[in-house]
Structures are given as C-alpha cells and as structure tokens.
C-alpha cells in the first residue's frame, strides 16, 4: 500500500472525499435502496484517514454517519420504534470509527515499516562503504608491511657488507700495531669494536624479524619439552658464564612451527638470564604451563631486576631496551620477535612484573586438536 508525502496530493484526496460522502448521501436518498448504501460511506472515509490520519478520518465518519441518517430520514423509512434510527446511526459511526482506527494503525505500521527500512538501507549502505573502505585499508597495509619488510630485508643485508669490511679493518688495527699504540687508542680500538660487534648483532636480529611471515613452515603437533631442551643447548654458554639455575615442569605438545618455538624460548629464557642483578643473586628461571580447553598458557618466571609497569607494553616493540644491573643489555628485538611468532600462532604474549621483585612472561599458544605426542 502507498503512503501519501504530497501535501498538495493529501489536499486533494480529502477535498474528494468530503465530496464523495455528500454524493454517495445525495444517491442514498435518491434512489431509496436504504441500507444498501451503507458500505458505500466507507470509501471516502478509508481515502481521507490514509491521505491524514486518525483524528481527520473521525470526523468524516460521523459525517458520514449523519448523512446516512438524513438520507434515511428524508427518504421516508419508518421505524417501529423511533430510537431505531438513532441506535443504527450510531452503531454505523462506531462501525466507521472501528475501520477509521484499524486503517490509521495500518497505515503507522506501514510508516514505522518503511522508515525502519530506510534506516536499515542507509545503514546496509553505510556498512557497505566501511568494509570496502577496510578492505581497501587493509590492501595498503598487507602492502605497505611487505614494502617495509622489504626495506628492512634488504637495508639490513646491504648494510652488513661495510660492517664486516669496518671489523675487519679495526681487528687488523688491534693485531698489527698492538705493540705500537698505547692503552688509550686499544681502548678506543675495543670500544670500536664492541660497537660494530653490536651493530652486527642489531641487523641480524632486524633481518631475523624482517623474515618471520616469510619463514613460518606448515604447523605440525611439536613436543615442547623437545623444543625447550634445543633452546638451552643453544644458551649453554650464556647459562654457564652466569651459573643460571633452571628448572622446568612438564611441557605439552601443540600445533606449531617447532623452530619458531624454540626461538621464543630462547629469548624468553636468555632475557630472563641476563636481566638478573649478578652482583646479588645468580639467575633463577622456573618454565612451566596451564591447559585448557582452548590454548596452552606457557610462563617463564625470574628473579630479575622486574619491569615497572609502565614499560609492558613498551618492551615488546622493535629496539625497545630496559637498563639491566647498570649496563645497557639486549638489543631490543628479542620480544618483538618473541611477540610476532607468538601472533602469528594465533596467540598472545604479555608480562607480570614489579621492580626488584622478578618478572613473569606468559605466552599463548591455541590447544593442539589432536591427540599428544609425549609430553
């Protein structure tokens, strides 16, 4: 059904329906049929409540219930009983006024109705342009993360060809004049070297992030008992020079790239090593896991110098160091590298800590669906 905006069309209609109601009178008293025109009174009544509403479709009814009556009056009915006539008037206004109100109920669902799907297409419409905006956005940053890891790929790999000719070089200094120069220029030799030592440290550690989507194997079920015992074998020196103490329960099995695993262990647990007052207490670092139903809620807890909480989210961003014993340690990279492996198993990593009391690392990773290898 239609609903009428047009107030020159809603004019219209109620100036005809006015009309009608004293033409369909004026044939009622014509042609004598009585009765039979009473159903008539309701075309004009249901044109002028749609083109309105309620409160003008009223009065037309009890205008139309008037002129039936004078129509009836007029063309000679005898009643029985003088009320009747009364009594039928009113009960064909109340007839009128109960299409009347059916009519404008109708009519207010339908605008509530169309108006609800006006919204619902504006905001089909603006949901629409959204996803093609997020989907154009998302475009740009799947290219513009290639292009920069690119960039970091291939600026980390050109730079470690003068690095290497600038060690080279500063280590010929050291052995051939060592005999020539004082102790203040070998000081200034090894502080030399020391720095491109770490540079070359920093640009393997930039290219190993810069690689990590492009090396992710297929996950397969990856014991991470095996995992963790590689990533000591990998820190025994660190763990011998500090006399670490390290301890583990347990582990589980799930679904992942067993080389990134024993990645993440190795700089959880290093970070752990290193971060540790030396000069108080040697390093201890306990491993262990939660299960659940849904993922495997791995720790590794220390006694180190702690992390103020300001810095938990800091520290898993690129080149992002904290101060160790006095010294400046680590290079930055190793949680970032830790934070991106773990995403890209579909988990989380996060850090529980206070200063001087130790830190808790956590990370996620999804339960393995089926059944364990040895754990």
Request: proline residues 2%; hydrophobic residues 45%.
């Amino acid at each position: 059904m239609y609903i009428i905006r047009s107030n020159k069309l809603k004019a219209t209609l109620i100036t005809s329906g006015y009309l009608a109601i004293f033409a369909i009178g004026w044939a009622d008293y014509k042609s004598g049929l009585e009765l039979g025109f009473s159903i008539f009174y309701l075309l004009p009544i249901i044109i002028i409540t749609w083109a309105t509403n309620m409160w003008i479709g009223i009065p037309a009814s009890l205008l139309s219930a008037i002129i039936w009556s004078t129509a009836d009056r007029l063309g000679g009915h005898v009643y029985s009983y003088e009320w009747i006539p009364y009594w039928n008037a009113f009960v064909r206004f109340g007839f009128y006024i109960i299409i009347t109100i059916t009519l404008s109920r109708l009519k207010e669902g339908m605008r509530q109705r169309s108006l609800l799907y006006e919204e619902l297409e504006e905001a089909y419409n603006e949901l629409k342009k959204a996803e093609e905006d997020l989907e154009l956005k998302a475009k740009e940053l799947v290219r513009s993360n290639v292009e920069l890891e690119q960039f970091a790929y291939v600026a980390a790999h050109d730079l470690r060809y003068p690095l290497v000719t600038i060690g080279g070089y500063i280590n010929m200094l050291k052995r051939k004049y060592k005999d020539k120069l004082d102790e203040e220029a070998m000081e200034l030799i090894s502080t030399a070297s020391r720095g491109v030592y770490r540079m070359e440290t920093l640009i393997k550690g930039l290219l190993s992030y810069a690689r990590l989507e492009s090396k992710v194997r297929e996950f397969e079920l990856t014991d991470m008992n095996e995992n963790f015992r590689i990533a000591l074998s990998n820190l025994q020196d660190l763990i011998n020079e500090s006399n670490a103490e390290i301890t583990c329960d347990p582990l589980t099995s799930v679904m992942a790239d067993d080389v990134q695993m024993v990645q993440v262990f190795q700089n959880l647990v290093g970070n752990a090593i290193r971060f540790v007052n030396a000069d108080k207490e040697r390093p201890r670092i306990h491993v262990s896991v939660k299960k659940s139903d849904e993922e495997c809620v791995f720790s590794i807890m220390d006694n180190g110098i702690g992390i103020g909480a300001e810095h938990f989210e800091r520290i898993f961003g690129l080149f992002q160091r904290i101060k160790g014993a006095g010294e400046n340690t680590g290079t930055g990279i190793g949680l970032a590298i830790c934070k991106k492996i773990v995403e890209l198993h579909g988990g989380r990593i996060w850090v529980e800590s206070e200063p001087g009391k130790g830190s808790v690392l956590y990370f996620t990773i999804p339960a393995a669906k089926h059944p364990e290898v040895a754990a």
